[in-house]
């Protein structure tokens, strides 16, 4: 059974503040990682994706993969109350293959 | 960028009948199409995945009788909920796949909120 794990929250920072948000996957065989993040009621929205060891970096985005611990995360600098939603940690062993996605964090960025 | 569309976004059906929703790439040829159901506060769990022209693979638990799955072109799949429950009251998404894959390889439509009375 293939999971992903992430800590549902609520993560509590105050604007401007960087927020850490972390996933494991148990599939050594995973090859994709991606963010999504999703507003109540609405569908998912791409954030990022990484597929190499070491950060990657999207204004103010950066996600960070190491392999060798399974353990994928996002931060984000500058956390603005716009910001406040659930981020989904996703994965897949394959290009192609369906995402296998975590429970979600729920981020309240306070004004 | 790859769009898809998805319809209805709300419905809300009695008890014993069927609901059918629509999901179609407006700009692209969704070669594989991924359905997910989602509860209040729970992941996107994975239904069954389907590829234009063939039969759709169901995960497990998912009763390929009660939802109905067709990817008859590359521009449209439908999800048929059949003889709905209340517990089937949930949120569909579907994700799309187009032929050049790649970071955005996959695009959701805007989601339907099943409301079973």
């Known amino acids: 059974q293939k999971e992903v794990e992430q800590n549902s929250g609520p993560l509590s920072v105050p604007e401007g503040a960087i927020a850490s948000l972390n996933c494991t996957y148990s599939d050594r065989g995973s090859q994709s990682f991606f963010w999504y993040r999703q507003y109540s009621g609405k569908s998912p929205e791409l954030i990022m994706s990484?597929?190499?060891?070491g950060d990657k970096e999207d204004g103010r985005f950066t996600a960070q993969l190491n392999k060798a611990s399974q353990y994928v995360s996002l931060l984000i600098r500058d956390s603005q109350p716009s910001d406040s939603a659930t981020y989904l940690c996703?994965?897949?062993?394959?290009?192609?293959?369906?995402?296998?996605f975590g429970k979600g964090t729920t981020l309240s960025v306070s004004s | 960028g790859a769009v898809v569309s998805q319809h209805p976004s709300r419905v809300i059906c009695k008890s014993g009948t069927s609901v059918k929703i629509e999901c179609r790439s407006l700009?692209?040829?969704?070669?594989?199409m991924f359905w997910y159901r989602q509860f209040p506060k729970q992941s996107l769990m994975l239904m069954a995945t389907s590829n234009e022209g063939s039969k759709a693979t169901y995960e497990q638990g998912v009763e390929k009788d009660k939802f109905l799955i067709n990817h008859a072109s590359l521009t449209l799949s439908t999800l048929t909920v059949t003889s709905a429950h209340p517990e089937d009251s949930s949120f569909y998404i579907c994700?799309?796949?187009?032929?050049?894959?790649?970071?955005?390889?996959?695009?959701f439509g805007s989601g339907t909120r099943l409301t079973v009375v």
């Open positions: 994700s799309a796949r187009d032929r050049t894959g790649g970071d955005y390889g996959y695009t």
């Open positions: 990484i597929y190499s060891n």
């Open positions: 700009d692209f040829q969704a070669t594989t």
């Open positions: 996703a994965v897949n062993d394959q290009a192609g293959t369906a995402l296998i």
